[in-house]
């Protein structure tokens, strides 16, 4: 039997992340190719995935999370060559002192 498990989360740039989809088996199948063809990250982590499963579609992620979600959704964004709004990085350092 498969229990191939899927928990897609959502981030807007605003507040915390919060789970979008979550299914198994087919449903996880179904929401992983989705997530594929929007050219975002999937991520396989058995002890995340487990605790991301008590939540329920529209709870937003907790607070102890913040930092491996956030890790997480900075290195999806740097793949995909793109970077947070209102930062592009330190450019034009003088490095004469």
Known sequence: MNN???????????????????????????????????????????????YLNNLEVGDEIPENLYRIIAELIAFSWLLNGKTPPGWEGLTGIDEQV
Request: charged share 25%.
């Open 4 to 50: 191939k498990r899927a928990i897609a989360l959502h981030y807007d740039g605003q507040g915390a992340p919060n789970v979008a989809a979550k299914g198994y088996n087919h449903l996880a199948e179904h929401i992983i190719e989705q997530v594929k063809k929007q050219g975002g990250l999937i991520h396989q982590d058995e002890a995340l995935s487990e």
